[in-house]
């Protein structure tokens, strides 16, 4: 409250004001979702599940039985590597190897986002090829496509840049949109989620900045874009949530216009990091990330089941009639 009265025009600051008693309300698990930590999880950081043909991949920063162990100097954690597993039917991950081609290198690597069709991928990885002014290494987005069972040389997105950067994909199921994040200049705070036409020949539309409706001063990470295409999850620090990065879900309206925005609360959301929320186009299972306690290592990645798919309010249920009962075929009941 002190601080909403210091800076009236912080975005973070009026959520706050306006959700009173909303910690109440995030707190009460959904008994509807249950979730699981996998025993795919090693002591390092593993995150970021994506649904890729009927496997899973995701990246970690576990250092199997590589020749060479390099660390990296922010966590001193070995650098991320992008892995394939194949998947149970109990959700569950097992046999993960080191995805195949030209995609991993000595340093990071991960999250990958796919199309459909399973046969392009955009993926994050550090910027090898220079730093910033301040000297430091950013992160950017490749592409490859997998021809003859291979995935082809990474491409560079017209979006890259060394003084800022961009990560974390995810592509709409029509293949016409991309998602990612990025601290370029511009922006509504830290890291914000921008949006970019993909055209069929291989083009990309501006990136524009999704606005306050989802970005905040803070960090907005992660995206994910449902299969429906009527909802967009993503990670934020800078929205009314129980601690650290809360996952939540925002409406995407037919004409790509922000609606609601819920947090998704617990059993996801945690006092911890909570991020990479992805689902099944069915709305029955899926996959998220998180460093809370309780968890084999840094980050863990956790399936979960919904029992009663996601909404942004009420769905009433009937049938329409007229005077005399009989009933009304193709109704639109306002």
């Not at 950081?45 to 199997?64: M, T």
């Not at 021809?147 to 961009?166: A, C, H, I, Q, R």
């Not at 511009?186 to 306050?212: H, K």
């Amino acid at each position: 409250k002190k601080y909403g009265n210091l800076n009236e025009t912080d975005l973070r600051a009026q959520l706050y004001a306006r959700e009173k008693g909303s910690y109440q309300r995030m707190i009460r698990e959904n008994k509807d979702l249950t979730i699981k930590n996998l025993d795919i999880n090693s002591e390092q950081q593993d995150f970021s599940a994506i649904f890729y043909k009927d496997q899973v991949v995701f990246a970690s920063s576990r250092e199997g039985v590589k020749p060479i162990h390099r660390r990296w100097n922010w966590n001193r954690l070995p650098f991320l590597d992008v892995y394939v597993a194949d998947k149970n039917t109990d959700n569950s991950l097992i046999n993960p190897t080191c995805l195949s081609g030209k995609i991993n290198k000595k340093f990071h690597e991960g999250p990958v986002a796919f199309n459909q069709a399973g046969d392009f991928m955009i993926f994050t990885r550090n910027n090898y090829d220079g730093t910033s002014s301040e000297g430091v290494v950013r992160l950017q987005l490749f592409s490859s496509k997998l021809m003859d069972g291979k995935w082809t040389k990474p491409v560079p997105l017209p979006f890259n840049d060394n003084e800022y950067s961009v990560g974390h994909a995810t592509i709409s199921k029509d293949g016409k949109w991309l998602y990612f994040a990025s601290n370029m200049p511009g922006g509504i705070g830290g890291v914000d989620l921008y949006r970019a036409e993909m055209f069929e020949n291989g083009q990309y539309g501006d990136a524009v900045n999704l606005g306050d409706k989802i970005n905040t001063e803070g960090d907005e990470m992660f995206p994910f874009i449902h299969a429906g295409g009527e909802m967009l999850f993503f990670s934020s620090n800078g929205r009314v949530g129980l601690g650290g990065q809360d996952v939540f879900m925002a409406q995407i309206k037919p004409d790509n216009v922000i609606g609601k925005v819920m947090n998704l609360g617990a059993p996801v959301n945690s006092s911890a990091d909570d991020f990479s929320f992805v689902m099944t186009e069915n709305q029955e299972t899926g996959y998220f990330s998180s460093n809370r306690e309780g968890g084999k290592g840094s980050d863990d990645i956790y399936s979960f089941d919904l029992a009663k798919p996601f909404t942004f309010g009420k769905i009433i249920k009937g049938v329409a009639k007229d005077k005399k009962g009989n009933l009304l075929a193709d109704t639109k009941i306002t």
